[in-house]
């Protein structure tokens, strides 16, 4: 499994890359892995405010839908609306073309209750990957 | 003895032995005696003569040769004999959903058809392959509509159908929706009140057309206010009446539903029935039922699948778009046969046989003495009259007359107790006509 | 194969209508009116008939294969209830009839039907009264649950908020639950299939309003702790909701009324054989105890005591209507004629010789493929392809293998707990032979899967299609001719 070095990670397998109080987020080569082929992304609407850890998106495969949680709160500042056309770019790159969504952090202490590239990597051999 | 139980005795105890018991009851020792039923006190079985004898019987005490000026939704179309032969056919009614494509190919293209003739009814762009009915339908738009907007109030229209409403009411009065119900005028929407309750809480506005008066509309006004205040608009449609009458597309329609008894489906005494729902692509993924999709094999030769499964009860669970798990194929596979025989230029002429036979009707109707034809608007193949009784009684003395004279409005509308709605279909001939205009005039004399 | 559009030929006709025989003749004012013909297609009955009947040809069916697929019991349909449903006096019976003043005795051969049915189902399942409007399975748990909600409402139970369901439940349970308002929790199943005392014990509180559970389960296991958990349940004035997909199994065996239950769904299509129709329609009664009965969907059918019948609207407490009319008639009187035809002692037999064929199945497949519950089973059992998969053959390999050997297969990949889950129900009207020919073919899969497994990824070679690309179909939407094609 890919894991980005300077990149933050949830336990759900989100992934938030932090720049200038900038969150970029997307999805784990592990995630991407586990849903399959992605089919439809449901975006966010801009603006819109959402919690650390509250559900924003849905990423559906043919066989599964699943949830996506915000790594930190904020506002959506902008969503990669390519993924509209081709959501198969999460599968091919998730954690650069493939791009869910950008927030603009609300909270930079909320990055205390996220993984470190290390972390996460721990945390998914306990998962037995 | 059970006849449809392949297996000897013989068989069943080589069956027993390969499994190491010694009965069947030995198969059954986890339902302890606690578990036994209190009582299982059944008749015995018939032979299949028995039960047709018995069934036929029963069937001889229903009264099917009234002439029917009865509609209410419900009508009394002509199906084609060929719709029946072909839904007859086992490899179509005893197959089940149609999970593994590759052996369900004769299912999954005749849903793909349907949705198709769906679109090509009410001109719009998307369909799902069927719902329970009619009025079922319309609720599972009503909620579609909510999840889109993420608002939850409702403007419903009077002239949708009393038992749609009813319907939709049992199913929501445990949620907090907000219901505003808007009487009509005149038989016919009125536009002050509808848009005086569309607000910027409203989800969605629900119209049908015609409506349960019989009265034909163009709503393109009420959706425009629908639209500029972030409501969608939910139609109801009759479908024959297509045919000739503005399509809901061309109005503007978001959700469009129906009952398509109408399409070669037997009146069955209330079910099973077909409800379908069409929408504008962008909405898909928020509908729900079942939707059957075009896509390509490995050979990249055409092929359907069920697909967008993931808005569905088996993966979402407690998220899915609906609790519907299946859909009504057969049903969904009789209004194919029947629009793909009737065609282009049938249906046409089959709307218009209703529109001018009502008419006559309405026509013969109105030079009865003490009746009155109510036209504020024009109606499809069913009218209102005003009698000088109560119609529940009218209706009766029409019953002995032989005639099933029309739905009294009274039983859905206090205040209406004299209003009498009647359906006038293709099937009625002129001379059935004017008999039931005769008999309405010695009953009212 | 072509579409019936792409068959079309502008002017072709099949049906044609009768000249109007009226002197009127009507216009659509043009506000009102239609622009431009709806585009259907224009083919001959014949046309329409050879297309239709070769799409028929491409299904799998009961009337046509071995169809083992598990949770949906796909039994033999008795041609003559086809035949009892097509009568006149039931098929062009208009449903507002009975409702018209003076109309129920235009009615009363339907309306006998109905009351008699749904005596039979009391009976049956030891429930009080019946009402047969939910028009599905999936329809009749949603009805169940507003019972229940209607029942806490009543009794002042502001405070419920959960249902509990089983993992191993269908994903309408949860879906049902959802729409009727109720949050789910879900509860682990033992090492034998059963539930999980101890978790059922640790979810119980005040905020419990009931449990959903299907018996035997949908592993095919009786549930032998059923009356700790009804205990359960009602200590905390619970509703013991039985969702009765499996029904099949239980026939004079016990009922759901004895057991604990308060209110439960039939699914006709199963243990009552009504046809499938291609995923559809259905029927969904739904049975209650005297705690629920107030509550019950309007209309009831009931018998005067001169021996007609009528229905009845005048009941305060109901939910209401559910549906436009008195359910889908035409599949309950199927369901009807197939009971007065087998009678107590064959519905007996129809669960003894379900759980006998399951069994044997169960016992003879047990060897080659990994036995989820290594006991007896009652109408289905659930085994894993995980040994196959460790090969590289996964499930859906090895259905696509039994497609090409002319069999319909199992269901995979359900129940979700299980990886690599086969469902497999053989149903009691399977001979022998029919089975053991499913069982060589098997064990022809679990062969092959050790000396070729990269040959599955091929199957199947013989049908019409091979695999299609539902990746494709999900990200192209193309589900109506007139969309464009997305290459």
């Not at chain 2, 499994?19 to 015995?44: M, T, W, Y």
């Not at chain 3, 199947?460 to 299609?465: E, V």
Request: charged share 20%.
């Amino acid at each position: 499994m890919e894991i980005m070095e300077h990149y933050l990670y949830t336990k759900e397998h989100e992934w938030i890359n932090i720049e200038d109080n900038i969150g970029t987020v997307g999805i784990t080569d592990y995630a991407q892995n586990a849903l399959g082929d992605i089919t439809y992304v449901e975006l966010p609407q801009v603006d819109q405010e959402v919690e650390q850890f509250e559900q924003f998106v849905s990423v559906e495969s043919v066989k599964a839908a699943s949830d996506i949680f915000c790594p930190m709160s904020g506002r959506v500042m902008e969503v990669n609306t390519k993924l509209e056309d081709q959501p198969g770019s999460i599968n091919k790159d998730c954690y650069d073309k493939g791009w869910i969504a950008k927030i603009e952090i609300k909270d930079a202490d909320e990055a205390a209750h996220l993984m470190s590239a290390e972390d996460y990597r721990n945390y998914l051999e306990s998962l037995g990957q | 003895m059970n006849p449809y139980i392949t297996n000897t005795e013989f068989e069943v105890q080589q069956m027993l032995d390969t499994i190491g018991v010694k009965s069947i009851d030995e198969l059954f020792a986890d339902i302890k005696p606690q578990h036994h039923p209190r009582s299982f006190n059944l008749p015995l079985g018939m032979s299949e003569y028995e039960v047709l004898r018995r069934l036929t019987g029963l069937s001889l005490r229903n009264n099917v040769y009234l002439t029917p000026f009865i509609g209410g939704g419900y009508y009394d179309h002509y199906v084609p004999s060929a719709v029946g032969m072909l839904i007859g056919r086992g490899e179509f009614y005893t197959a089940y959903t149609p999970y593994q494509p590759e052996c369900a190919q004769g299912t999954l293209q005749a849903l793909f058809e349907f949705q198709s003739h769906m679109c090509a009814l009410t001109g719009m762009e998307v369909s799902n392959a069927s719902l329970y009915d009619g009025g079922t339908a319309l609720y599972e738009a009503m909620m579609m509509a909510i999840r889109i907007t993420g608002k939850d109030k409702i403007v419903m229209d009077g002239g949708v159908s009393p038992i749609y409403r009813k319907i939709i009411k049992t199913y929501t009065h445990h949620l907090h929706y907000q219901f505003e119900e808007i009487p009509v005028v005149h038989g016919q929407s009125s536009r002050p009140e509808v848009n005086k309750h569309l607000d910027k809480n409203t989800a969605a506005v629900i119209l049908q057309n015609p409506n349960f008066f019989g009265a034909m509309d163009d709503f393109t006004d009420i959706i425009e206010k629908a639209h500029a205040v972030g409501a969608l608009a939910i139609v109801s449609v009759y479908p024959i009446s297509l045919g000739v009458l503005k399509t809901p597309a061309d109005m503007g329609a978001d959700i469009v539903t129906g009952e398509g008894q109408s399409l070669g489906l037997p009146l069955n005494f209330g079910g099973p029935y077909l409800g379908f729902m069409c929408a504008k692509k962008q909405y898909v993924r928020k509908m729900p039922g079942r939707i059957v999709g075009q896509t390509k094999d490995a050979q990249g030769r055409r092929c359907f699948v069920n697909t967008l499964q993931a808005r569905e009860q088996h993966i979402r669970r407690e998220k899915a778009t609906s609790n519907i798990c299946t859909n009504v194929s057969l049903c969904a596979l009789q209004a194919t046969i029947f629009l793909s025989l009737i065609g282009k230029g049938g249906l046409k002429e089959m709307a218009q046989l209703n529109l001018d036979k009502a008419e006559y009707a309405k026509q013969c109707l109105a030079k009865v003495k003490g009746v009155e034809v109510k036209r504020s608007s024009p109606t499809f193949n069913e009218f209102t009259l005003h009698l000088p009784k109560d119609a529940s009684e009218v209706v009766e003395r029409m019953i002995e007359k032989g005639f099933a004279a029309g739905f009294p409005l009274g039983r859905y509308y206090k205040g209406m107790e004299k209003y009498l709605l009647v359906a006038v279909t293709e099937k009625r001939t002129k001379e059935e006509i004017d008999r039931y205009v005769g008999a309405l005039q010695e009953v009212l004399a | 194969m072509q579409l019936i559009f792409e068959r079309s030929v502008q002017g072709r006709r099949g049906f044609r209508f009768g000249d109007s025989d009226v002197p009127t003749k009507a216009q659509v004012p043009l506000k009102y009116a239609r622009q431009e013909d709806a585009p259907l297609p224009e083919v001959s009955e014949l046309d329409a008939v050879r297309h239709y009947t070769h799409l028929s040809q491409l299904n799998f069916s009961i009337d046509t294969h071995f169809y083992p697929l598990g949770s949906c019991t796909m039994k033999y349909n008795p041609k003559f209830t086809e035949s009892i449903a097509r009568l006149a006096g039931f098929a062009d019976l208009h449903p507002l009839l009975p409702q018209l003043a003076g109309g129920e005795k235009l009615t009363q051969g339907a309306l006998e039907v109905l009351y008699e049915l749904e005596q039979w189902m009391c009976e049956m399942t030891g429930f009080k009264a019946f009402t047969l409007q939910p028009l599905a399975g999936a329809h009749g748990e949603l009805t169940g649950l507003m019972l229940m909600a209607a029942y806490h409402k009543t009794k002042g139970n502001t405070k419920k908020r959960y249902v509990i369901i089983p993992d191993s439940a269908h994903g309408t349970n949860p879906a049902s639950a959802a729409i009727a308002g109720y949050q789910t929790v879900a509860i682990p199943s033992n090492k034998n299939g059963g539930m999980d005392l101890e978790a059922l014990k640790a979810a119980v509180n005040d905020e419990v309003a009931g449990l959903m559970m299907t018996i035997p389960s949908t592993y095919g296991v009786f549930e032998s702790n059923i009356e700790e958990i009804a205990r359960l349940i009602h200590s905390v004035d619970g509703i013991m909701y039985y969702d009765g997909a499996n029904l099949n199994a239980m026939l004079g065996r016990c009922r759901p009324g004895d057991l604990g239950f308060d209110v439960m769904h039939i699914n006709t299509h199963k243990t009552f054989t009504t046809p499938h129709g291609g995923g559809g329609p259905g029927a969904g009664p739904v049975g209650v105890n005297a705690k629920l009965e107030k509550f019950l969907p309007i209309s009831r059918v009931i018998k005067r005591s001169g021996g007609t019948f009528t229905l009845n609207y005048d009941y305060p407490d109901s939910i209401g209507y559910v549906a436009s009319f008195y359910g889908n008639f035409a599949l309950l009187v199927r369901a009807y004629a197939y009971m007065l035809m087998l009678g107590q002692e064959g519905l007996i037999e129809t669960s003894h010789h379900a759980v006998l064929n399951a069994n044997y199945l169960m016992t003879k497949l047990k060897k080659h493929y990994k036995l989820c519950f290594d006991r007896l089973c009652m109408h289905e059992s659930v085994f894993s392809a995980s040994r196959q998969a460790a090969r590289g053959v996964h499930a859906i390999d090895i259905a696509k293998f039994l497609i090409d050997q002319q069999i319909h297969p199992p269901t995979v990949y359900f129940p979700i707990s299980v990886s690599e889950a086969m469902m497999i129900e053989p149903t009691e009207t399977e001979s022998k032979q029919t089975m053991d020919h499913f069982v060589e073919k098997m064990i022809e899969a679990d062969e092959l899967s050790k000396t070729n497994p990269s040959i599955f990824k091929e199957f199947p070679k013989t049908m019409p299609i091979s695999r299609p690309d539902e990746v494709k179909a999900a990200r192209d939407v193309k589900i109506s001719y007139f969309l464009p094609d997305a290459d």
